[in-house]
């Protein structure tokens, strides 16, 4: 069975400062992996996906991810956070029938 | 262009009452899916569907009824509520045209059940 692993349910960081935020995923097809934030008392919205190609993903807010094969990974980088950037943080890998297989979420707690 | 709306954002219910969350989107998708979210445990999928007149369970379907009469609805039905569903819902909708496609999240109903 597909899952997801985050391996930090809470991350803190000084502004300004860089952040990494790990994923984990075990997948036996192809996969397609999600970073998705959700601001407080709000939905979730999409960072950045990886699909094929390149394994380094842009996304929005100045996030970006490294897909690693064989480390089985999918973690998420930002070079300097902003007290903008407290949220939580879910990646998730698509599984069958269009779902999408969760992480526990990781709060990313920014220190002025 | 509003995207995904769910009803109500809060409620509080009696323990064995019964209750409807609203969902609906417009644009156009075919999935829409029902997530509840727990402390410390993501996102857990109630049900979902593939188009309109078809459901299917999730991971943590019971106590829990769906339909999809319309491609843009798609409520979620609480039978008899008991305080274990006392958490916050999440509806997602999706395009089915490529299996990367973005799921597009609802604000939320925060649902306490006492």
């Known amino acids: 069975a597909q899952s997801v692993t985050q391996l930090d349910s809470q991350v803190p960081v000084f502004e300004e400062a860089p952040v990494e935020l790990r994923c984990n995923y075990s997948s036996s097809v192809s996969v397609y992996l999600f970073w998705y934030v959700q601001y407080p008392n709000q939905g979730l919205q999409l960072l950045l996906k990886y699909l094929s190609g390149s394994t380094l993903v842009k996304g929005i807010n100045g996030f970006e991810a490294e897909f690693n094969k064989s480390q089985t990974s999918f973690h998420l980088r930002k070079p300097s956070v902003h007290i903008s950037d407290t949220a939580e943080y879910f990646c998730?890998?698509?599984?069958?029938?269009?779902?999408?297989?969760w992480g526990a979420g990781t709060k990313l707690i920014i220190k002025p | 262009n509003a995207g995904v709306t769910q009803t109500p954002k809060f409620q509080v219910l009696k323990t064995g009452q019964s209750m409807t969350l609203q969902c609906a989107q417009d644009m156009n998708h075919e999935y829409m899916s029902w997530y509840r979210q727990d402390p410390g445990m993501g996102l857990r999928l109630i049900h979902y569907s593939v188009g309109a007149g078809i459901t299917d369970q999730g991971e943590v379907p019971n106590g829990y009824n769906v339909s999809r009469s319309t491609t843009e609805d798609f409520p979620l039905r609480l039978l008899s509520a008991a305080p274990s569903q006392t958490s916050v819902y999440f509806c997602?909708?999706?395009?089915?045209?490529?299996?990367?496609?973005?799921?597009?999240f609802g604000p939320g109903t925060r649902l306490l059940v006492l």
């Open positions: 998730a890998v698509r599984g069958s029938n269009y779902q999408l297989i």
């Open positions: 997602a909708s999706s395009s089915l045209a490529a299996r990367g496609e973005t799921q597009y």
